[in-house]
């Protein structure tokens, strides 16, 4: 006589199909994603390049290890997860610890793409859009504008813009309703007395600086919502690995 033992473990439709839909939102920031110009300083495209890498190779990890229920897939989804959750905990620490060296390497950052300006339209933007943001002109004043060979004001440049800043650091005139992209020309030979009247006088460091405790709340809650999505999706992970396993183990017998 035999006798057959059953197992009742089966794979969880919901946390396979919850999986794979959570893995649709790392395929979404693919769409993004802009031809890859010169490197001139640091160029925003490659960071977001980068970033679609990553996206893309744990989407892909996670959907098909969900779809085809592939351990190995899913361990390296999960385990990757696990990796990127600690480094933002490390950055964020460090950070937190070494605000000089921060500092330090943000305004080497913002000098170096201040040189390439008018180099990488991508990087335009960025600069353009943080000096809007945070109404701010260079890193620590307009003055920083002499590192870009456009808008220096030496006697060899010939230049249109020479002695000059980007239009993003002119404050709003609320009656315009275009924006006058050439109403930083020629600002920086007026006296620094009368600047604050048509520019932004400001460093983008200390702009900076400054939003971060009034908007602490904020940053803290994003960080935790970020976090809270990537223990979720481990849990996702470990639960199908678990079922998977418990399934394969039935078998076995």
């Known amino acids: 006589m035999h ?11 919901w946390y396979k199909y919850l999986l794979f839909s959570y893995n649709i939102v790392f395929w979404g920031v693919l ?13 925003p495209v490659v960071l977001v390049l980068m970033v679609g890498v990553v996206m893309f190779t744990l989407g892909f990890a996670g959907c098909v290890g969900a779809l085809r229920e592939n351990i190995c897939l899913l361990k390296f989804f999960c385990g990757t997860i696990v990796l990127i959750f600690f480094l933002e905990l490390a950055v964020a620490v460090l950070a937190f610890l070494f605000q000089d060296w921060v500092r330090d390497r943000f305004r080497e950052f913002f000098e170096s793409n201040i040189r390439s300006y008018r180099d990488d339209i991508d990087l335009q933007n960025l600069i353009d859009s943080l000096q809007k943001a945070n109404q701010c002109c260079g890193a620590y004043g307009p003055e920083d504008w002499d590192l870009n060979v456009y808008f220096n004001c030496s006697g060899a440049s010939y230049s249109r813009e020479k002695c000059g800043v980007p239009f993003s650091c002119c404050v709003p005139d609320p009656a315009q309703k275009v924006v006058n992209t050439q109403c930083g020309y020629d600002v920086r030979t007026e006296p620094k007395s009368k600047w604050d009247e048509y520019i932004f006088t400001k460093g983008c460091i200390q702009a900076l600086e400054g939003w971060l405790p009034r908007n602490i709340y904020i940053v803290a809650g994003i ?4 976090s809270l999505l990537q223990i979720f999706g481990i849990f996702l992970a470990k639960t199908l690995i678990s079922d998977i396993e418990a399934v394969k183990a039935g078998h076995h017998f």
């Open 31 to 43: 769409s993004d994603l802009t031809k890859v110009t010169r490197l001139h300083g640091i160029d």
């Open 223 to 226: 960080f935790i919502a970020i």
């Open 3 to 13: 006798y057959y033992r059953y197992s009742n473990a089966e794979v969880s439709c």
